[in-house]
């Protein structure tokens, strides 16, 4: 995990190596593709290429039409403006219709760290993931969007695609083969299972190996997928850990955290607890920073783990 590498980067990569082998894939921008590197799929498709402007809502709807017309378009524009701005065409035009769109949500999470709290998107998974026919995808390293991208590509339907800003973690090497809707275990344990997505993957690998040294056995668990949730496999880490912890570049409420809870709730309750943004909105400043000001640094997992590794023995499991 000593390695970063900038995911706009990895994301323009991929972009260009998808248009290279299906003809049928165009790209779209709300005049953001300098900062989410889609311009790279400008530069080798000209004339697959569109810029729609500073309209987000255009942005939804020019793509809903090249999907109506047998195209796989993926629209470009920061996170924060789908789940704002471009809402409604989102949930009409799009979802309603179940056209084939791709939404590509860039500077997810704090990425885009000194704009504030209007540009933060800390409450995108939750909106979105409530929509009907939606798929929610957060890849969680450059690794991750380039194997993922193919599988948006082909996935029928809507999809979003949430994108961090800034350099990450290279987590996976070419043996990484994520599915859609199927979380991987990167890291065994029995204690609990940390449950986590995008940036916090590579801060619940590094809790894992601290709790290891304080005697906690901790499974680490990528939901790289929010929606379809791999509710199998997470019913079954319950089952065999009996607590758990969920980590996320997003708000508590309504997120990863809220769909794990929902599903266990229903069906195999366990002690729970969510690291991420509590109910409020974050201030600008330093991208790490806010990261640890708000609650999703290393030690806040490692904390929240012993909490509920307690809670679980106090209810008589082992």
């Not at 590498?5 to 300098?34: F, H, I, P, T």
């Not at 020019?62 to 920061?78: C, K, L, Q, R």
Request: with cysteine.
């Amino acid at each position: 995990m000593g390695e970063v590498v900038s995911m706009r980067k990895a994301y323009g990569e991929a972009l260009v190596a998808l248009g290279q082998a299906n003809e049928r894939v165009v790209a779209l921008s709300a005049d953001v593709s300098n900062s989410d590197f889609s311009y790279m799929f400008e530069e080798a498709f000209p004339s697959r290429f569109f810029n729609v402007g500073i309209a987000e809502q255009s942005l939804v709807d020019v793509a809903v039409g090249f999907a109506h017309s047998g195209y796989i378009p993926f629209a470009n524009t920061f996170a924060f403006l789908f789940a704002t701005r471009a809402l409604e065409m989102i949930r009409t035009h799009l979802c309603y219709g179940r056209a084939n769109v791709k939404l590509m949500g860039a500077y997810a999470g704090l990425s885009d760290s000194f704009d504030g709290p209007t540009h933060h998107a800390i409450t995108d998974i939750a909106i979105l993931r409530s929509l009907p026919n939606m798929t929610v995808v957060v890849p969680s390293d450059p690794v991750a969007v380039a194997k993922l991208l193919p599988q948006v590509a082909a996935w029928e339907g809507p999809v979003y695609l949430r994108l961090n800003r800034n350099e990450v973690p290279v987590l996976f090497d070419q043996r990484y083969a994520p599915e859609i809707g199927k979380a991987i275990t990167l890291r065994e344990g029995s204690d609990l299972s940390i449950l986590c997505c995008g940036l916090m993957v590579s801060r619940s690998l590094a809790a894992a190996e601290r709790l290891a040294a304080e005697g906690v056995s901790a499974r680490v668990i990528e939901v790289h997928t929010i929606k379809p949730l791999d509710r199998e496999g997470v019913l079954a880490a319950a089952r065999e850990t009996g607590a758990f912890v969920t980590a996320e570049e997003h708000s508590i409420v309504g997120g990863l955290g809220g769909a794990i809870a929902e599903l266990t709730a229903e069906l195999h309750p366990v002690p729970i607890a969510r690291v991420g943004i509590s109910d409020r909105f974050a201030e600008s400043g330093p991208y790490e920073t806010l990261l640890e000001s708000y609650g999703m640094g290393v030690s806040r997992i490692v904390e929240t783990a012993h909490a509920v590794v307690r809670k679980k023995r106090e209810r008589g499991h082992a």
